[in-house]
């Protein structure tokens, strides 16, 4: 079983859509987690963060975490066509080094 | 808003060739990083440094690559002998210090190795 899995997509969705991307790992160990968007051929940019169960929210993203269930989510809402980019989760143990999943693709369409 | 530069943004050389690939991360931060994203592929890690030491390596990170930090703000990575398994993005790291976990990307440096 691999440490981190994303479904690849490509996801596509229409202008105004809500998205619901998400993540599961094997790891219990891991306690921080991240939300990078990469444009292609980019480096990955980094949109939430969060280092508990529960909901955080910034802007049109929501990041959720249910270390319970060992899965994570990150929501946009009115998703606009300059949202279409991969979407990469990442986490990290305590003192080690960020496992990234291999990304969703996602297309907004005008 | 500060932000992880590098260049070059894109490097093409020879098999056997000596590569080095440069960072500029972000002024306050403390710990770096370096990792490689071949082609369709997800981000690996390299190898991470804090307070002029490597603190961590993959498997990857093997003799043939060196990192350094040779001056308050440049943090560099050598690849000594090229190979053409090499050709990949390359992404440079930082994040603030103990207690804060997020990194920030540079844009890349695109390796091709022909």
């Known amino acids: 079983q691999k440490e981190v899995e994303q479904d690849p997509g490509p996801l596509s969705v229409p202008e105004g859509a809500i998205v619901s991307l998400n993540c599961t790992y094997s790891?219990?160990?891991?306690?921080?987690f991240m939300w990078y968007r990469q444009y292609s051929r980019k480096g990955p940019e980094l949109l939430m963060y969060?280092?508990?169960?529960g909901n955080k929210e910034d802007g049109r993203f929501t990041a959720q975490v249910d270390k319970s269930s060992k899965y994570i989510s990150l929501f946009i809402r009115d998703s606009q066509p300059s949202d279409s980019a991969t979407y990469l989760c990442?986490?990290?143990?305590?003192?080690?080094?960020?496992?990234f999943g291999p990304g969703t693709r996602l297309s907004v369409l005008p | 808003e500060p932000e992880v530069t590098q260049t070059p943004s894109h490097q093409v050389t020879q098999m056997g060739q000596e590569v080095i690939l440069r960072c500029v991360p972000i002024?306050?931060?403390?710990?770096f990083y370096w990792y490689r994203q071949i082609l369709g592929q997800k981000v690996e890690f390299l190898v991470s440094f804090y307070n002029n030491e490597i603190s961590e390596k993959s498997e990857i990170f093997d003799d043939q690559f060196s990192v350094e930090r040779p001056d308050g703000s440049n943090f560099t990575l050598k690849i000594r002998s090229t190979k053409l398994e090499d050709s990949a993005m390359y992404f440079c790291?930082?994040?603030?210090?103990?207690?804060?976990?997020?990194?920030?990307f540079g844009p890349g440096t695109r390796l091709t190795v022909t």
């Open positions: 969060t280092y508990s169960s």
């Open positions: 790291a930082s994040r603030p210090g103990t207690g804060a976990y997020e990194q920030y």
């Open positions: 002024s306050n931060h403390l710990y």
């Open positions: 990442a986490m990290l143990p305590y003192g080690q080094n960020f496992v």
């Open positions: 790891n219990s160990a891991f306690q921080y």
